[in-house]
C-alpha cells in the first residue's frame, strides 16, 4: 500500500483538532497527505453529528469519498468523530464502503485501524470517553502557520436538551494549565501568532481540576507571557461561569482579544428552561450590559436557535426583540433540530420546517443590518489586522484578504486591503477602516 493519505474533517474547529492529531501520528509513520482524494489509498472523514445538516453532511461525504473505491486508489476508507460514536452499528451495517470507524475517545488509534485494513479487515475502535490529546503528540496542523486552534478541554456537562455532546463526547474534562503552556510555547516557537482557546464551555476550564472554580483567567495570563503571541482568542465563552473576574482579564491583558463568543440560545425564560440552560433573561441582560458598560468596546458574537419545541410566536418576538436591543456584533442562527437521543428530540409540539426557516431568516434580516450599521459606524476608526492571503485578482492587481482583531477566523467577516505594498501572510498590521458592509470591511494601512 502507498503512503498517500486524504482527508476530509467536518463540523467544528474541536473536530478540526482531533483530525490535526490523527494525522500527526500518520505523518510520523510516513505518510503524506493529498489534496487529491481520488490519488489517496487511505481517507479519512472526521465527521459531525451535532444537528441533522451536519449529520447529512457526513453521510454524503462518507458516500461520495466511497466512491473512490471504485474510481481511485482508494483501499481504506476510516469514519472518525462524532457519527461514527453515535452511529457505529448502523454504519458499518449500512455503508460497507467503511473499513474503519473511530470513536471520538480513539483518535490516538489511528495507526491501529490502517495497518487492519492493511491486513484486509473491517475493525471498530471505541474506546471510553476519557481520552485528552496533549503538547507530546504529533500534530500536523491545517490551518494557516500564523494561528491555531488549542483545545483546553473536551467533553461537556451542561446537559442542554438540544444537544448529544456529552453522549458523544463524554463529561468536562480540563488539560493542566501546564499542558497548554507547553503546546502554546511550541506553536510560538513554530511562527503562530494567534491562538484561539476552544472548549465545548471555555468559561467552565479547569473547574474539573479545582473544586468547581474555573481557571480560565489564570490560564490567559499565563498564556499572555509567551513571547510570539499576540493575539488570545476565545470561543464558546458560555454566561453562565463568565466572572468579573474573566471580564477582568479580558480588558487588562493587551494579547487577549477583546472578543466574547457567547453562546446564549435563546432569551425568553421558559424556552431556556426547556433547553435545560443555566440562565435566565435577568441575568444574561445584566451581564451583557456590564460588558457593554466598559469604556473600550469589546466585540460580542453569539449564537441563536429558532423553533425549539414549544417556542411561540411570542416567545419568538421576545427574542427578536432582543437581537434588536443588544445589537450583537456578530450572530449567528440556527433552526432547531429534532436529534436522536436528546430529551428535546422527544418533546411534544414540534414546529414546522417552514416556521423554523421563517424565524431564522427573520433574525438574519435583522442582523445584517445590525451588522451593516456596525461596520459603516467603523469607518475612519483604527485597529489591529491580520493578513490571511494576497491574490492576483486581475493581471497585475491584488489584494489582500484577512481579519480585524474583532473577526474571528472562518465565523465573522473578511477585512480586504487594496494596497499590498510591503504585505505578507500572517503580518498583524495597523489598519483604518474606509468603508464597511453588511459582514466586510475595506481597511487601508497605517
Known amino acids: 500500500m502507498s503512503k498517500l493519505l486524504g482527508y476530509i474533517s467536518l463540523g467544528c474547529a474541536k473536530n478540526l483538532v482531533d483530525t490535526e492529531v490523527m494525522l500527526g501520528a500518520l505523518q510520523d509513520n510516513g505518510y503524506e497527505i493529498t489534496e487529491k482524494l481520488e490519488t489517496a489509498e487511505i481517507i479519512i472523514i472526521n ?43 448502523e454504519l458499518f451495517t449500512e455503508i460497507p464502503e467503511i473499513d474503519a470507524l473511530i470513536g471520538t475517545g480513539s483518535w ?8 487492519a485494513i492493511q491486513q484486509g479487515q473491517r475493525i471498530c475502535i471505541m474506546d471510553s470517553m476519557t481520552n485528552m490529546y496533549d503538547e507530546g503528540m504529533p500534530r500536523m496542523m491545517t490551518t494557516p502557520d500564523y494561528s491555531a486552534y488549542v483545545k483546553i478541554s473536551e467533553g461537556c456537562n451542561n446537559g442542554c436538551t438540544f444537544c448529544i455532546i456529552p453522549k458523544v463526547r463524554g463529561a468536562y474534562r480540563s488539560r493542566s494549565i501546564e499542558s497548554i503552556e507547553r503546546e502554546v510555547q511550541q506553536l510560538a516557537e513554530a511562527g503562530v501568532k494567534e491562538v484561539v482557546l476552544i472548549a465545548q464551555d471555555t468559561t467552565y476550564y479547569g473547574a474539573d481540576l479545582n473544586n468547581g472554580t474555573p481557571l480560565i483567567s489564570e490560564l490567559l495570563k499565563r498564556l499572555a507571557k509567551i513571547e510570539g503571541i499576540e493575539w488570545i482568542r476565545m470561543l464558546y465563552l458560555y454566561p453562565k461561569h463568565f466572572s468579573d473576574e474573566l471580564l477582568e482579564t479580558i480588558m487588562t491583558e493587551p494579547k487577549v482579544c477583546k472578543y466574547i463568543d457567547m453562546p446564549l440560545q435563546h432569551i425568553n425564560n421558559t424556552v431556556l428552561q426547556r433547553m435545560n440552560r443555566k440562565d435566565t433573561r ?30 411561540t410566536e411570542e416567545q419568538f418576538q421576545e ?24 430529551p428535546a428530540g422527544m418533546m411534544e409540539e414540534q414546529i414546522p420546517e417552514e416556521v423554523k426557516e421563517e424565524r431564522y431568516h427573520t433574525l438574519m434580516v435583522i442582523q445584517a443590518q445590525v451588522s451593516e450599521e456596525h461596520n459603516r459606524d467603523l469607518e475612519g476608526t483604527v485597529h489591529q489586522g491580520m493578513i490571511e492571503s494576497i491574490d492576483e485578482v486581475e493581471p497585475g492587481k491584488f489584494l489582500a484578504r484577512g481579519r480585524l482583531q474583532m473577526q474571528a477566523p472562518d465565523v465573522d467577516g473578511n477585512m480586504y486591503v487594496e494596497d ?25 494601512t497605517v
Open 282 to 311: 435577568e441575568n444574561i441582560e445584566a451581564l451583557l450590559h456590564k460588558i457593554r458598560d466598559r469604556s473600550e468596546h469589546i466585540t460580542l458574537r453569539t449564537s441563536l436557535i429558532v423553533g425549539f419545541p414549544g417556542e
Open 47 to 89: 465527521t459531525c453529528t451535532f444537528i441533522e445538516k451536519a449529520k447529512e453532511e457526513s453521510i454524503n461525504t462518507i458516500l461520495e469519498a466511497g466512491q473512490y473505491k471504485q474510481y481511485g486508489d482508494c483501499k481504506g476508507l476510516i469514519v472518525a468523530g462524532c457519527l461514527s460514536q453515535q452511529y457505529q452499528e
Open 420 to 444: 499590498v505594498t510591503g504585505l505578507s501572510e500572517g503580518d498583524i498590521v495597523t489598519v483604518k477602516v474606509s468603508q464597511g458592509f453588511a459582514y466586510d470591511v475595506v481597511v487601508e
Open 108 to 115: 490516538n488509534r489511528i495507526m491501529e485501524a490502517v495497518e
Open 319 to 342: 427574542l427578536a426583540d432582543f437581537v434588536k436591543d443588544i445589537r450583537f456584533d456578530h450572530m449567528g442562527v440556527f433552526t432547531y433540530s429534532q436529534e436522536d437521543g436528546t
